[in-house]
């Protein structure tokens, strides 16, 4: 996949994450991670190192 289409797909992602905030149907939260994901690989995994420790998730995070 071309970095092109990765942003691309990536913000998208992320705008439909944020209309997900302000409507209760969609969980906008995932979308967001979703579109973070796409964007930055790295800055995903940080996230969800903070994510996992903030939270005290235990078990298998994938």
Do not use: C, D, Q
């Not at 092109?4 to 209309?19: E, Q, T, V, W, Y």
């Not at 302000?22 to 969800?48: D, Q, T």
């Amino acid at each position: 996949m071309s970095v092109i289409i990765k942003r691309i797909l990536g913000s998208m992602l992320i705008l439909l994450g944020l209309s997900g905030i302000v409507l209760p149907i969609l969980p906008g939260w995932v979308f967001i991670f979703a579109g973070i994901y796409f964007i930055s690989p790295r800055r995903h995994e940080s996230i969800k190192k903070w994510l996992i420790k903030t939270f005290k998730i235990r078990g298998n995070v994938t």
